[in-house]
């Protein structure tokens, strides 16, 4: 399994984020992460990028405990958070030549990421100066440097007109699939979920409510009246 959770129970203070969460994701699988604000999907994403370690429960990413061997998950792991940090002050290429070398990854790394995230013509530009889609192609192209095998991506669409919004949801189909790379995309649009994910779960006030594949899901229910019902009846 390239991510495997086990009883994951988080809280704070009085509060429970997540409460007994467990599953499992296969290699090459692409799955929707599901809930409503609040539901715990950022929660769990930063568990299993290693950002969060006091939990209960336990979690692997590629066979790697998230607790026990953090730097062999952080290898292995690409992580696209919901608000992408960006050094605006910088170029396109000099920045992922900067992360690049954080990643000790060769340089070469940087050219192939540029051309696979459509981001060729933009290269020689600021940061600043790109649109939100461009922006997020450059978060993307980070995550994408040191060839990761698991994909984790906390709402890569929030904010996108609908062309970028198409643009960026190509993208992601297109490097999981001709990469061979599991993804575990957070979302709050289901037309996303339907045109790209394999699978659908949903969480609820720190609950996993639904797990199950997307032609299941789409059997059982239409999908936003089977989130409606999920995450209002609890």
Excluded at 188 to 200: G, L, P, S
């Amino acid at each position: 399994m390239s991510i495997k959770v086990e009883n994951i129970t988080k809280t704070y203070g009085n509060q429970t984020v997540l409460n007994k969460v467990s599953f499992s994701i296969k290699k090459g699988e692409i799955v929707g992460f599901l809930g409503p604000n609040g539901a715990g999907k950022s929660t769990m994403m930063k568990i299993l990028t290693t950002y969060i370690s006091s939990f209960e429960g336990a979690a692997f990413v590629n066979g790697f405990s998230v607790t026990e061997e953090k730097l062999n998950v952080q290898k292995c792991v690409g992580y696209l958070p919901e608000h992408n940090p960006l050094y605006l002050d910088m170029y396109v290429r000099e920045y992922l030549f900067f992360n690049a070398d954080v990643y000790k990854v060769d340089k070469s790394q940087v050219e192939l990421v540029i051309e696979q995230t459509g981001l060729s013509s933009e290269a020689h530009k600021k940061i600043e100066q790109l649109s939100k889609g461009y922006r997020q192609r450059v978060g993307l192209a980070n995550a994408l440097l040191h060839n990761p095998a698991v994909l984790i991506l906390d709402e890569p669409t929030t904010g996108l007109d609908p062309n970028q919004l198409l643009e960026i949801r190509e993208l992601i189909k297109t490097v999981a699939k001709e990469g061979g790379k599991t993804v575990l995309l957070s979302t709050h649009i289901m037309q996303e979920v339907k045109a790209i994910c394999d699978r659908v779960i949903i969480l609820n006030k720190g609950n996993l409510v639904h797990d199950k594949t997307i032609e299941e899901t789409l059997k059982e229910s239409n999908l936003e009246t089977l989130f409606t019902k999920l995450t209002t009846e609890r």
